[in-house]
């Protein structure tokens, strides 16, 4: 998916672009990448603090949501197929 779809499926009103459903859907989406990348670049240590890095700002952005709309946020890792924030 492009950067405009996911904004598009994941927007909570018409000009929304930053709301924490998308951010958490946008990092998804680059972690997935990534993560793809580094099964055939076990070597690039670079590349995998990035994913750790968004991997723990996507879990405070989970976090987040998880305090302030519980709803939201089971539905939104439903829909995106990753695990509860501990």
């Given at each position: 998916?492009?950067?405009?779809?996911?904004i598009?499926k994941y927007k909570?009103?018409?000009?929304?672009?930053g709301?924490?459903?998308?951010q958490?859907?946008?990092?998804t989406?680059?972690?997935?990448?990534l993560?793809?990348?580094l099964?055939e670049?076990?070597?690039?240590?670079h590349?995998?603090?990035?994913l750790?890095?968004?991997?723990g700002?996507?879990?405070?952005?989970?976090q987040?949501?998880k305090d302030r709309?519980i709803?939201?946020?089971r539905?939104l890792i439903?829909d995106?197929g990753?695990?509860?924030?501990k």
């Amino acid at each position: 998916m492009t950067k405009q779809e996911i904004i598009a499926k994941y927007k909570q009103s018409e000009n929304d672009t930053g709301s924490v459903q998308v951010q958490v859907a946008l990092l998804t989406e680059r972690i997935n990448h990534l993560t793809e990348h580094l099964k055939e670049n076990h070597k690039d240590n670079h590349s995998r603090r990035g994913l750790l890095k968004m991997v723990g700002k996507r879990k405070g952005f989970l976090q987040y949501l998880k305090d302030r709309d519980i709803e939201a946020y089971r539905k939104l890792i439903a829909d995106l197929g990753i695990r509860e924030v501990k």
